[in-house]
């Protein structure tokens, strides 16, 4: 990697509270990105536009993305086509392990979803991924992942886009990919998952031992209700599973491009429903009481309804596992940290397990985070 070049701003949004920070790795440079582009080869004729290789003038860097867990920025190319850039340490996505993401993008837009096509190589210690650069605006380009909807268009757009995706899935069939950094998963009994994941992630594992996790996690957890059959009953899906407004680019209200397959895996529609309610409909990140967005959720769920109405099952099983969606991915944002920077950042881990993992489940289980689920439970009967 060389130098970033001056002139842009290169921060990224911080760890666990407002503001922007110096990223952890160092930003694309334009040296760099003219190498993998090099590397690469022109572009076939899947996408338009000029070759990349051998222009005097070389590629220009127009934006960095503000996401601290990856080095992304859109590339204006020599002729004027442009192109994002992202790249990714080879420790937490490699060529094969990007090869199931982009299979999943390459069914999807074959069935109609529109997805930038997208391309991997490596160089070094680490793994860039090529993407055309998609239709419609970056509206939300500038805001956190957890932030709501601009209108309740926007969200009944986003519900119907989500439902439409759901039923392009159908068919794709690869299987689920193993515990790793920065991947979803379904979780049923969040003690089963914790100790599943630090079996597979040893690291995982020690970290959360010198946590006393257990004393935190069994007043939490209610064994009592037996989710796993009810989620074995429903059919696998491969979803998306990062849901939320600044993932879409927009034409007016409607949804024109889908973006970020990174955490998609075999999970359930109704998971991949849950989760995207968990990234808009609470306020995670305001100051003292949660706001609930009920008009925003109310319109994202009639948007999806109008798409793919839920069955019986996933009506009664949606307010259920929304209290369940964030644990399998915030044990692997806690692995990230404990095992991709260039420095352990422990820190930064335990904010993920005190703020976001356990954080989200005692307000799942406090007297708001009750009457959330109990809204949600009328609103999948009323908005299907």
Known sequence: MSTPD??????????GESGLVAPDFPPLSTAEVAAVLSDSGAPSGEWSGPAVRGEESGPVIEWHSRRPLSA???????????VVVKRLPSALRDPRALAPEHAFADHLRAHGIPVPRMRALERGEFTYEIQELGGGEDRYRDEFSWSPYRSTRE??????????????????DAPERPPWPLRAAVCADPIVTIERYCAARPEVGRFLAELDWRRDWEPLADRSRNFADRIASLPPLW???????????????????VLDFGLANRTLAVFDLATAIERFAVDWLG?????VRTEQLTAFLRGYNEIRPLDAAERALLPDIFPLVHIAYELSEMDYFLTIPPRRQVSAARIAYRKH???????????????FTTMLRGLSIECC
């Not at 993992?357 to 009457?371: D, H, K, M």
Request: aromatic share 8%; glycine share 12%.
């Open 6 to 15: 001056p002139g842009l701003d290169t921060r990224v949004f911080a760890m």
């Open 72 to 82: 992304t920025a859109r590339i204006r190319l020599p002729g004027g086509t442009r």
């Open 155 to 172: 969200a009944a757009a986003a519900g119907a886009a989500l439902a439409r995706l759901h039923r392009a899935a159908a068919g794709f």
């Open 239 to 257: 979803t998306h599973n990062d849901w939320h407004p600044t993932n879409l680019l927009w034409t007016g209200t409607e949804v024109a491009t």
């Open 287 to 291: 100051t003292g009481r949660l706001r």
């Open 357 to 371: 993992f356990l954080g989200r489940s005692v307000w799942a289980a406090s007297a708001e985070g009750n009457a």
